[in-house]
């Protein structure tokens, strides 16, 4: 089972900052098949990024994701009001799928 | 557009049967993408649970695949899951998802609202 371990566990920014998020996993992720979500309370997560660099259908492009083999990122290149929630890595290149343990970003 | 819907039970016996049922409206579930089940709870994050393709064909998590069962329903577009021997530990919110394939696989693209399961007597 490949274990991914996101960092920071929290990430405290202000509006209009840029957000680094890390991912890292046990062993090389195949195909790079990476995926990046994000959850807001109450709800499922949202697919943000696939393919460890695509954005999915509908993302805005201040979201980026970069990164292969066992370190991945996803970047917020200026932070809405709208984008603080949390965020999960997870890994669906081999079974069983595996998920991050997620970052909160939160306003500074 | 793609929607999934889960319905079942909220509450569930120690040692009973949690048996849940997603129903996919907006498209086919006769596509080429994969049905899963993914929970999330405060001590395990999220955790996939298994999937099923079309053809009834299924993959399970490991750590659950003693007590797991994911079936596919291509006439009532619903895929379902039935998990055994329930305890506490089992108390999440359960999510049904697709995990699309366009030529490359893209990840859970489209999630169900979740439904809440608790365990107790």
């Known amino acids: 089972e490949i274990v991914l371990t996101q960092s920071p566990g929290t990430l405290s920014l202000s509006p209009g900052e840029r957000a680094t998020l890390s991912c890292r996993a046990s062993?090389?992720?195949?195909?790079?098949?990476l995926a990046w979500y994000q959850q807001k309370p109450g709800q499922a997560p949202r697919l943000l990024i696939y393919?460890?660099?695509s954005r999915a259908t509908g993302i805005p492009d201040r979201f980026s994701g970069s990164g292969s083999g066992t370190d991945f990122t996803l970047t917020i290149s200026r932070l809405d009001p709208e984008d603080f929630a949390v965020y999960y890595c997870?890994?669906?290149?081999?079974?069983?799928?595996?998920f991050g343990q997620g970052t909160k970003v939160e306003i500074k | 557009q793609v929607q999934l819907q889960e319905s079942g039970p909220g509450l569930v016996k120690p040692s009973g049967t949690l048996s849940l049922t997603c129903t996919v409206s907006g498209g086919s579930i006769n596509s080429s993408d994969w049905w899963s089940w993914v929970r999330q709870s405060p001590g395990m994050g999220l955790e996939w649970i298994g999937e099923?393709?079309?053809?009834?064909?299924?993959n399970y998590n490991p750590s659950l695949k003693s007590r797991v069962t994911i079936s596919v329903d291509k006439a009532k577009k619903q895929f379902s899951l039935k998990l055994t021997s329930v305890t506490a530990a089992d108390t999440a919110v359960y999510y049904c998802?697709?995990?699309?394939?366009?030529?490359?696989?893209?990840?859970?693209?489209?999630w169900g609202q979740g439904i809440l399961v608790t365990v107790s007597s």
């Open positions: 062993q090389s992720v195949s195909s790079n098949y």
């Open positions: 997870q890994q669906y290149g081999g079974s069983p799928r595996t």
């Open positions: 099923t393709y079309h053809s009834g064909y299924t």
């Open positions: 393919g460890a660099t």
């Open positions: 998802a697709r995990e699309a394939v366009a030529g490359i696989m893209i990840g859970f693209d489209y």
